[in-house]
């Protein structure tokens, strides 16, 4: 049975239902599946459908091997069981579980608190989003789930500074090395960084975009305009207001990511189930289409429907399925699959759809098809860099739209922003097929430069040489070999074109052929696809990037 929707939502429903007669449903396939969807039924579902999925995970799994999703859900198992008056030989642990994660909820609070008044002491705003935003919302929550972190957001422009801050209060950052960031690697792939002053396990995220792949500083001033004031065991946040609050956790996971989609899906049925009537989803609705996360909404919100219909209204996940331009279904069948274990044509066609989807800022309009040829030539140019054949064409074409790209650089630091990983000591990882160095020359008005690369690559036990191919926009693209044999690291030599109106640049497009994963070769967890290690770069012979230089 659908819950009862109060007044001031009965025009939207019926909106909503009007728009699924007129235009017929799309079911989407299951996006939750295997022992996924057996823990969401345990931890939430009704009646003996929650008992049947209990008694099924622990059928196929000992307590023992219990994971990150089984202790984070653990409060939510007990009260299954203790509704179905179910008791074994694990439920004594099983409670001693429970206990602690209120125990680590609640301590885990003192560094969130320290860290927020050590912002707002630099006059920094910050929002608490995620799970610490579903306890201050509700207190109640904090004995029934356990959170990974807690997620502080920051704006952009304040995040290298907002860093700093928290490194002086005697916070240290964890998987990252935050002090030889440079000031563009905000505006690359990176989102958050954890820091935390007693270990991993009370780490802060201080974020600068909420959705990770969500890179529009519209949408952070929007959840800062919105933003409610709420109080976290007695201390005062900021978090986001509830339809927001609602969009990020709909918008965030991808169907690959079966963990995420089960924490995400959790933090949605307790906004619901506890505010549901208080939801405004017309607000809902614009935000997530607006931004281009109603695909990701509508999949997510399926797997609460499909389980708990009452929590959603009626149409919904259809009218957001169809908010989109076409291609919906391809798009998430090809979002199902692990990133890793994408073919090179699954890759091409994420990148497609995905780019295709973010020119249509608002619901797809009859009047949009008029613009569809148009915005598919340009989704295929941006997403050339995947396609999986001319590879040498597309490295010029990647060259091409590096050179004509105006970037948000907010210093003169070389830009490692397309297809390199995080700074380390010694310079910096490619972590894709193709990258690109884009290195400022400031007012220098001659057409063309000598830049050299430092590089070692990647060559794991059994492999004698590396392939890689090079272009600077003058000549032709230099194929290189660099083997075992040869002095290292292994210098690049190019003839590079001077391009830009205003800020003057040089670019380096890069390609790997023999790219490789650590993880793939037993070697380490690192699930890099590892090519090149940049060590250096100059230009005319002046250095422009070294380890010394990156590091303030």
Known sequence: MRRVIVPGEVQRASYLNRSVEMTGTARLPTVLRGRFLTLFRAALGQGQTAVDAYRDWRASEPLDAADEIVYRTMPLLVATIDRAGIVDADTRRMRGVVKHVWLSNATRVRDLVEANR?????????????????????????AKRMTGDYDLLVRRAEAPRAIDVLRQASFRSHGMKVELFSESDYDRDIHAVAMSRAGFGRAIDLHWRAIFWLDDAGFTEELFRTAERAKLLT?????????????????????????????????????????????????????????????????LLDVVAREMPALVPDGLVEQLLRDGPPGTSIELAMRAVPCAQRTPWQHFWVAF??????????????????????????????????????????????????????????????????GFSIPEDEGRWTDHQFAVVEVPVGGQMQASAAVELAVIPFLPPGTESFRFAAYAGAGDILQLIAGRNDPMPFKIALNAKIVGSGTRKIVVALRMLDTGRPMDLGHSIDHRLLGLFVKSVSVNGVPVFTPAVAAP
């Open 118 to 142: 050590a912002l707002a002491s630099a006059g920094i705003a910050a929002l608490l989003i995620k799970g610490g935003a579903l306890f201050a919302r509700d207190e109640s929550y904090m």
């Open 235 to 299: 201390h005062e946040v900021l978090i986001p207001g509830l339809a927001e609050q609602l969009a990020i956790a709909a918008m965030r996971p991808e169907p690959a990511d079966q963990k995420e989609m089960v924490f995400r899906a959790l933090e949605v049925v307790h906004l619901l189930e506890n505010y549901g009537d208080k939801v405004d989803w017309e607000r809902f609705r614009s935000i997530v289409t607006g931004y281009n996360g109603g695909l990701f909404a509508a999949q």
């Open 353 to 418: 759809f995905g780019s295709l989807r973010a020119q249509f800022k608002g619901p797809f309009r009859v009047l949009d098809w008029l613009r569809l040829p148009g915005a598919a030539i340009a989704a295929l140019d941006a997403s050339a860099v995947h396609f999986p054949l001319r590879h040498d064409a597309i490295l010029k074409r990647v060259w091409q739209q590096a050179a004509a790209a105006t970037h948000p650089l907010r210093g003169q630091d070389v830009w490692f922003g397309q």
